[in-house]
């Protein structure tokens, strides 16, 4: 490639235009909005995404099922599920065909504390969307789904391929 083949050098990118940058202060600023509102709720952040993912779930689903899908590692949920299941919030039960395994359902105190956190938190996902019109909304979170679903998406699946 000559020096005429080059492509002309371009400025740097600024911040604010930086996917990782915009996500991430996103992401810090709605944990800290919400962790306060969620723990009205008797939860934790991480408490309440655990027991949004257990209540999504039509039927009892494995520990290990819910800590893949909520990606939050196994090391870490067995003693959120022991704060939720101190709290009321859930119920393990062995599995009838596997008794190393444990079941999770929620509790009707667990959906009640659940609905109220939800609540909370969609006031907390308004705010954030101050100024945006409900069309520009709609398709954002459009378009995250698909890109959550994507390649790059992260997961603590340890078989998964980035």
Known sequence: MTSKDK???????????????????????????EEPVVRRSGLSLRGYVVLSEIASTPAATSQLMVATKAMIDKSVIVGLLDELEQAGFVKRTPDPSDRRTRLLTITGPGKKALLSAQADVRAVEDRLFT????????????????????????????????
């Open 7 to 33: 492509p002309a050098a371009q400025p740097p990118r600024p911040l604010h235009d930086d996917l990782h940058w915009l996500f991430a202060r996103l992401a810090r600023g709605l944990g800290l909005a």
């Open 131 to 162: 100024g945006v019109t409900s069309d520009q909304r709609r398709t954002l979170l459009e378009v995250l789904r698909t890109a959550a679903r994507g390649g790059l998406a992260a997961t603590f699946d340890t078989k998964a391929a980035v």
